[in-house]
């Protein structure tokens, strides 16, 4: 295949992504995962600050010091909470957490599934209740542990461990291996993780596997470098929530979760129109 040919195959290959992104309205239904995600936020954090507080009850100091690596405005929230658990810490607020941050969170990826099987079948709803919701908690788990590494690893991790390497002194070669790390740990966890939501999370697979993992390689690129930029927020301009209102760091929270329900969207789209790109060189020529 010559230059010209290679540039009219991209070319088609834009034109189709767009057309299907319109047509199957990718941005109504990434807004709608996004919303289930944000609704699971606060459920999952109680969970979470209960962990820790009855398991690592006498670090609340570090505990408060981490806190101080979040959005200022979020931190604020968040500092309230663990306020108001540690005075009234108890199992059922851990368990009540957990279920309520499981059963948001499931909805938002039960969204994407329904969305990728609009991409794939052009249907929302060809798979059985129970069978889309027992995929949607198994996804939520796979999805939500290797989005919490990326973010964890790439935007609160970095600066830990640099406050570690300087107190105890580490050596060189430990901050190399950690600078590629801090990238090549969530890359491929996430990549392995979207290959596998888009093969068995729909309805049935539709495409061949090296296309499958080229478009999880680019969504994961996609995310990383949304969660980069998120990481640079956290830790040059949160500070800006004191000028802006402290509703900023909230904001920027849930741009980024909206941009993550909607690349996991646009990689089942990407995944269809190579598949319609491919059919298309296969077609005999006009004559």
Not at 26 to 53: D, H, K, Q
Not at 194 to 219: C, D, E, G, N, T
Request: hydrophobic share 55%.
């Amino acid at each position: 295949m010559g230059g010209s040919g290679m540039m009219s195959t991209v070319i088609y290959f834009i034109k189709r992504l767009i057309r299907r992104y319109m047509d199957d309205d990718v941005g109504a239904m990434a807004a709608e995962s996004t919303y289930y995600f944000i609704l699971g936020l606060i459920p999952f954090m109680i969970f979470l600050v209960n962990v820790v507080l009855f398991f690592a009850a006498p670090q609340m100091d570090l505990v408060f010091e981490l806190l101080s690596y979040l959005p200022e405005s979020m931190e604020h929230i968040l500092r309230n909470y663990v306020a108001r658990i540690i005075s009234g810490r108890s199992t059922i607020w851990m368990i009540g957490g957990l279920a309520g941050a499981l059963w948001s969170s499931s909805q938002g990826v039960n969204a994407l599934i329904r969305a990728t099987d609009k991409a794939f079948f052009n249907n929302r709803d060809c798979q059985s209740w129970l069978k889309i919701n027992a995929k949607s908690l198994i996804f939520t788990l796979l999805i939500t542990f290797a989005m919490l590494l990326s973010l964890i690893i790439i935007v609160f991790a970095n600066a830990i461990v640099y406050a570690v390497a300087d107190f105890f002194q580490l050596s060189e070669l430990f901050m190399k291996l950690w600078k590629i790390s801090r990238f090549t740990i969530p890359f491929v966890t996430l990549t392995l993780v979207m290959a596998l939501f888009y093969q068995l999370a729909p309805k049935a697979p539709v495409s061949r596997w090296k296309r499958v993992v080229a478009a999880s390689f680019i969504v994961t690129l996609l995310f990383l470098l949304s969660t980069y930029g998120y990481g640079y927020y956290v830790l040059h301009i949160s500070n800006m929530g004191v000028t802006y209102g402290s509703l900023v760091g909230l904001i920027v929270l849930f741009i980024w979760l909206r941009f993550a329900a909607l690349f996991i969207i646009m990689g089942g789209e990407m995944v269809m129109a190579w598949d319609d790109t491919v059919q298309m060189l296969a077609l005999p020529p006009k004559k």
